[in-house]
Protein backbone atom coordinates (compact mmCIF):
# COMPACT_ATOMS: atom_id res chain seq x y z
CA UNK A 1 0.00 0.00 0.00
CA UNK A 2 2.65 2.62 1.09
CA UNK A 3 4.47 1.81 -2.64
CA UNK A 4 1.61 2.14 -4.48
CA UNK A 5 0.68 5.57 -2.85
CA UNK A 6 3.93 6.73 -2.92
CA UNK A 7 3.49 6.24 -6.87
CA UNK A 8 0.62 7.99 -6.74
CA UNK A 9 1.72 10.99 -5.27
CA UNK A 10 4.52 11.03 -7.27
CA UNK A 11 2.75 11.09 -10.50
CA UNK A 12 0.81 13.20 -8.78
CA UNK A 13 3.50 15.66 -8.35
CA UNK A 14 4.64 15.31 -12.03
CA UNK A 15 1.69 15.79 -13.55
CA UNK A 16 0.95 19.17 -11.77
CA UNK A 17 4.84 19.83 -11.95
CA UNK A 18 4.28 19.52 -16.00
CA UNK A 19 0.91 21.18 -16.19
CA UNK A 20 3.03 24.08 -14.38
CA UNK A 21 6.12 24.37 -16.54
CA UNK A 22 4.43 24.03 -19.62
CA UNK A 23 6.15 27.10 -21.29
CA UNK A 24 9.02 24.72 -20.99
CA UNK A 25 11.25 25.47 -23.80
CA UNK A 26 12.19 23.35 -26.82
CA UNK A 27 15.93 22.70 -27.15
CA UNK A 28 17.51 23.87 -29.96
CA UNK A 29 17.63 22.63 -33.02
CA UNK A 30 21.25 21.49 -32.91
CA UNK A 31 19.83 19.21 -29.93
CA UNK A 32 16.78 18.11 -31.46
CA UNK A 33 17.15 14.39 -31.97
CA UNK A 34 14.96 14.66 -35.33
CA UNK A 35 16.61 17.62 -36.80
CA UNK A 36 19.42 16.07 -36.54
CA UNK A 37 18.74 12.26 -37.72
CA UNK A 38 17.49 14.63 -40.54
CA UNK A 39 20.26 16.61 -41.26
CA UNK A 40 22.69 13.45 -40.91
CA UNK A 41 20.75 11.70 -43.32
CA UNK A 42 20.96 14.30 -46.06
CA UNK A 43 24.89 14.71 -45.25
CA UNK A 44 25.15 10.96 -46.29
CA UNK A 45 22.04 10.64 -48.90
CA UNK A 46 24.34 13.96 -51.15
CA UNK A 47 26.81 12.30 -52.91
CA UNK A 48 24.61 9.04 -53.05
CA UNK A 49 21.53 11.14 -54.58
CA UNK A 50 24.50 12.80 -57.34
CA UNK A 51 25.53 8.59 -58.31
CA UNK A 52 21.66 7.83 -58.46
CA UNK A 53 21.03 11.07 -60.65
CA UNK A 54 23.58 9.45 -63.12
CA UNK A 55 21.66 6.01 -63.22
CA UNK A 56 18.91 7.77 -63.76
CA UNK A 57 16.69 6.96 -60.51
CA UNK A 58 15.05 8.34 -57.67
CA UNK A 59 16.40 7.70 -54.20
CA UNK A 60 12.72 5.85 -53.54
CA UNK A 61 13.27 3.52 -57.19
CA UNK A 62 16.48 2.86 -55.74
CA UNK A 63 15.12 1.93 -52.40
CA UNK A 64 12.57 0.11 -54.28
CA UNK A 65 15.15 -1.78 -56.33
CA UNK A 66 17.42 -3.13 -53.53
CA UNK A 67 14.36 -4.40 -51.22
CA UNK A 68 13.28 -6.37 -54.27
CA UNK A 69 17.14 -7.49 -55.69
CA UNK A 70 17.96 -8.13 -51.56
CA UNK A 71 14.51 -10.39 -50.56
CA UNK A 72 12.92 -11.17 -54.01
CA UNK A 73 8.74 -10.63 -55.08
CA UNK A 74 6.89 -9.16 -52.27
CA UNK A 75 3.63 -8.21 -51.41
CA UNK A 76 2.97 -3.78 -51.80
CA UNK A 77 2.61 -3.21 -48.30
CA UNK A 78 5.52 -5.12 -46.81
CA UNK A 79 7.96 -4.03 -49.89
CA UNK A 80 6.45 -0.40 -48.93
CA UNK A 81 7.51 -1.21 -45.12
CA UNK A 82 11.17 -2.38 -45.76
CA UNK A 83 11.54 0.73 -48.59
CA UNK A 84 10.67 3.11 -46.39
CA UNK A 85 8.11 4.26 -48.72
CA UNK A 86 4.27 5.12 -47.95
CA UNK A 87 2.07 2.58 -49.83
CA UNK A 88 0.25 5.54 -51.78
CA UNK A 89 3.70 6.73 -52.83
CA UNK A 90 4.40 3.11 -53.72
CA UNK A 91 1.44 3.14 -55.94
CA UNK A 92 2.48 6.10 -57.71
CA UNK A 93 6.34 5.20 -58.19
CA UNK A 94 5.37 1.98 -59.06
CA UNK A 95 3.45 2.82 -62.27
CA UNK A 96 6.63 4.97 -63.89
CA UNK A 97 9.19 1.96 -62.52
CA UNK A 98 6.68 -0.88 -64.13
CA UNK A 99 6.54 1.67 -67.52
CA UNK A 100 10.72 1.67 -67.83
CA UNK A 101 10.75 -1.88 -67.18
CA UNK A 102 12.46 -2.37 -63.79
CA UNK A 103 9.87 -3.64 -61.61
CA UNK A 104 6.72 -6.15 -62.49
CA UNK A 105 3.37 -5.96 -60.14
CA UNK A 106 1.06 -8.92 -60.61
CA UNK A 107 -2.20 -9.28 -59.08
CA UNK A 108 -3.36 -12.09 -56.66
CA UNK A 109 -5.46 -13.99 -57.86
CA UNK A 110 -7.40 -14.46 -54.47
CA UNK A 111 -7.85 -11.08 -53.57
CA UNK A 112 -7.50 -8.57 -56.95
CA UNK A 113 -6.73 -5.87 -53.94
CA UNK A 114 -3.65 -7.18 -53.09
CA UNK A 115 -0.30 -7.41 -55.26
CA UNK A 116 3.20 -8.68 -55.77
CA UNK A 117 6.14 -6.52 -57.34
CA UNK A 118 9.33 -8.02 -58.45
CA UNK A 119 12.16 -6.87 -59.88
CA UNK A 120 12.81 -7.28 -63.68
CA UNK A 121 16.36 -8.01 -65.58
CA UNK A 122 16.71 -4.26 -66.35
CA UNK A 123 16.14 -3.38 -62.42
CA UNK A 124 18.33 -5.72 -61.65
CA UNK A 125 21.12 -4.29 -63.94
CA UNK A 126 20.78 -1.00 -62.01
CA UNK A 127 21.39 -2.89 -58.77
CA UNK A 128 24.46 -5.01 -60.52
CA UNK A 129 26.27 -1.77 -62.24
CA UNK A 130 30.41 -2.18 -61.34
CA UNK A 131 30.86 1.64 -61.70
CA UNK A 132 27.57 2.39 -59.22
CA UNK A 133 28.47 -0.36 -56.63
CA UNK A 134 32.19 0.40 -57.10
CA UNK A 135 31.08 3.66 -55.73
CA UNK A 136 28.88 2.91 -52.95
CA UNK A 137 31.27 0.52 -52.26
CA UNK A 138 33.90 3.23 -51.57
CA UNK A 139 31.30 5.54 -50.52
CA UNK A 140 30.63 3.23 -47.49
CA UNK A 141 33.99 2.99 -46.81
CA UNK A 142 35.17 6.48 -46.52
CA UNK A 143 32.33 6.71 -43.78
CA UNK A 144 32.93 3.80 -41.85
CA UNK A 145 36.69 5.75 -41.88
CA UNK A 146 35.11 8.79 -40.72
CA UNK A 147 33.46 7.15 -37.73
CA UNK A 148 35.46 5.91 -35.21
CA UNK A 149 32.40 3.13 -34.02
CA UNK A 150 30.46 3.09 -37.74
CA UNK A 151 28.85 -0.08 -36.67
CA UNK A 152 28.09 0.43 -33.11
CA UNK A 153 26.56 4.08 -34.66
CA UNK A 154 24.32 1.45 -37.03
CA UNK A 155 23.75 -0.92 -33.98
CA UNK A 156 22.28 2.26 -31.95
CA UNK A 157 20.02 3.17 -34.60
CA UNK A 158 18.79 -0.05 -35.48
CA UNK A 159 18.21 -0.30 -31.45
CA UNK A 160 16.25 2.98 -31.97
CA UNK A 161 14.23 2.20 -34.91
CA UNK A 162 13.16 -1.00 -33.00
CA UNK A 163 12.54 0.52 -29.49
CA UNK A 164 9.97 2.93 -31.69
CA UNK A 165 8.23 0.43 -33.69
CA UNK A 166 8.70 -2.53 -32.23
CA UNK A 167 10.37 -4.15 -35.62
CA UNK A 168 13.37 -5.88 -36.32
CA UNK A 169 15.33 -6.56 -39.47
CA UNK A 170 13.73 -3.94 -41.47
Given at each position: FLVHSYYRVT?????QKNHVDSKVSLPETSRSLPIVLMRAREAVMAPIRQMLNESG????????????SESGSQ???????RACITLPSL??????????????????????????????PNGQ????????????VDF?????????SYSVLRRKLRALI?????????
Open positions: RMQMSITEQQWRILRVLDASRLAMTRISRSMIDRGLIERETDGQDRRRYTVSITKIIDDKEYRDGMNYEIGKAFFTNFTGQENL
